[in-house]
């Protein structure tokens, strides 16, 4: 998943901010007690998101994908005042030491944390959204970007994890597995779209940065 060189990567997250002490904690118990603790964003793309969520300073945000919540703690630095994140997962596993690092960060006020599959669950949300991190299940990316479209605000953004998936978008193999077809089918789907912008940020696996025109 890392395309820097080893010394380039070290060197950028060196300048850049470094984790909080609860974020590194997260990412420490996430890799001790959680199955594949590499979906967690980590450090530099954690930082990019707080980064991106300060310059929209959002109302609403959207999560499709909470996992341990590291995602939903850097996204929830950037919102204005009396903002709110909801976050969706369909792993209710997870809840209790997801929730107890929302209360350690001090957000569990402003996070409206839902279980269950976020196909049935997306449908639901009624708010005006700001910002989207779509970071679920691959063969759904194309179902959740049509769920979520009308219910961002022109001007929105959605951001999508993932699209670069460990580089096999470019891989010429004999034959393409599902899930890289469907980041494939995704990506050619933004990229053709008329209602928005976008750029493919090459941070971490790929995050396609998408604004609603
Ligand atoms: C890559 S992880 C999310 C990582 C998290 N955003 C972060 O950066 O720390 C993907 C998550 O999507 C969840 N997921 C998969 N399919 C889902 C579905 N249909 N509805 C809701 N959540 C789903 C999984 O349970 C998993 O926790």
């Known amino acids: 998943m890392d395309f820097l060189p080893l010394d380039i990567q070290k060197y950028v997250e ?7 002490e609860i974020l590194n904690a997260l ?8 199955l594949k603790p590499r979906m967690l964003s980590g ?4 930082r990019t998101l707080a980064m991106i969520s300060h310059m929209i300073q959002p109302k609403c945000i959207l999560e499709i994908g909470t996992y341990t919540g590291y995602s939903a703690i850097c996204m929830a630095e950037g919102l204005a005042e009396g903002g709110k994140l909801i976050t969706i997962d369909v792993n209710e596993e997870l809840e209790g030491l997801t929730r107890s690092y929302f209360e350690k960060a001090g957000i569990s006020q402003e996070v ?3 279980i269950g599959n976020a196909l049935e669950l997306v449908p639901e949300v009624t708010e005006t959204l700001d910002l989207v991190f779509i970071d679920a299940d691959k063969k759904n990316y194309i179902n959740y970007y049509n769920l979520v479209i009308d219910k961002v605000r022109p001007g929105g953004f959605i951001i999508a994890d993932n699209v670069l998936w460990s580089g096999k978008v470019v891989a010429q193999l004999k034959k393409t ?3 890289t077809q469907a980041i494939l089918d995704f990506n050619r789907l933004v990229q053709e779209e008329e209602r928005v912008e976008n750029v493919l940020l090459p941070i ?3 995050l396609m940065t998408i604004r609603k025109k």
């Open 112 to 114: 409206d944390y839902r």
């Open 14 to 20: 060196a300048h850049s901010d470094q984790e909080s």
């Open 27 to 34: 990412n420490r118990d996430t890799h001790r007690k959680v």
């Open 43 to 46: 450090h530099l793309q954690g």
């Open 204 to 206: 971490r696996d790929g």
């Open 177 to 179: 597995d599902k899930e």
